[in-house]
Structures are given as C-alpha cells and as structure tokens.
C-alpha cells in the first residue's frame, strides 16, 4: 500500500509559503504553481525563533522571489508545541503585515493526512502518556470531510472509535496508540512538512478565501486569538 505522495502532486496556483513551528525541528517551503522551489527543514537545535527568519530569507533568496509578490502564506496552526505555535503565527504576522500578503491557517492533523495517498486517512501527534491529539478524514485532500473529529483523545478512547476501520495512518501519537486498523506510513512523515502546510493553506484559501484572524488550535480547553 503506497502511503506517500508528493506537494507537486497537487496542482496550486500562485507562489505560495509555507511556515511549521509546531514540532522540534519545523521548516519553510516555497511552491509556485504547486511546484516545490525550495524547502528548508530547521535545525534540531536552537529555537525556532532563532531561526525561521534566516530560513525564510534563505529560501526567497535562493528562489529569487521577493516577499511581496506571494499569493500567500500558510502556517500550521497546531496542535503542538506551545511555544512554536506563539513563535510562528507571531512571525506569519509580521511577515503578512510588512509584505502585504494575506494569510490562511490549517491544521497540524490535516498537514500530516495530506502526505498521505488515497482512501480514509488518520493522523495524530503525541501529547501526554496515553493521550494524543488525532483526527481521521475521508482522504488527504485538506477539503475531505472529517471522519473522526479533530481532538485530544484517550489511547484507548482511540481504540474503540477506531475499531473496524481501516485508515492510512500518520503522526508522532504512533507510539500511543495500538488498533489494528491503522496501517502506518514511514515514520520520516510523522512530523509535518512545511510543503504541505502550504499546499493545504492554498486549497483552502482558494475554497473558503483568507483568514482575518488566526488562532492556534491547540485542541484544549484554552485559546488564545491573534489578530493581524
């Protein structure tokens, strides 16, 4: 069962970028039409506010394109590391502010389900012992309607909502949760690309137009809202 596809697989319009802060290492990529120009995954070490300015100012460089004429940036709104969460969307908006260019927000699970190739997808990221943040939609395309909704589970809560389902399955709560039904892609594709944020970003930009406000999604009981 082949589980990975590819950005380019995706037919975008637009130079498109991508920003993920919400696991420990995170990236930027850059897409033009849907076609890859440049992705950069960042270190392991440092803070991610030590780095994602130079990351982005490294890939426009290389691509020779100018903040300015993006369609679009897309940022991964959660769930995940709180800090990188604050980190990211706070750089998005000063990035959207200096540049002028507009903004879309998607969620973490559904950048993970994205990489994934056909038929019913789950994703999920590690949170605490036993728990994990999880959703399951009825394909990788980031328009698919949800199966199982986006939200923090029990692992064994998981099990029992799962249970005679068959998924594709993706993400770091792999290690939280055991149903049989779930058939894991390579591990390599359990932290979110930064690609694929900004294709699902694109998607649902062109579907439901651009966010005027964006908030992280932390799937727990507090949110904080970020107003450009």
Known sequence: MELHRTAGEYRLSGIWLG???TSSTGGVALLDNGKL???FVLPVTGLHSEKILPAIERILKQSGIDGRDLSGIG???GPGSYTGLRIGLSTVLGLSAGWEV???GVSTLRVLAASLAGGSVFACIRAR???VFAGAFSSPNPLSDEIIPQSLYSAEALE???SDRVFAAVGSGRSEVSCEGLVWANPLLDTPGSSFVAVCASSLADKYGFDSTIEPL???EF???IVP
Do not use: H
């Open 19 to 21: 920003i993920d802060t």
């Open 37 to 39: 120009l440049s992705e």
């Open 75 to 77: 940022v991964s709104l």
């Open 102 to 104: 507009p903004v879309k």
């Open 129 to 131: 012992k036993a728990e």
């Open 160 to 162: 029992r909502i799962v």
């Open 218 to 220: 932390y799937l727990r």
């Open 223 to 225: 949110n904080q809202r």
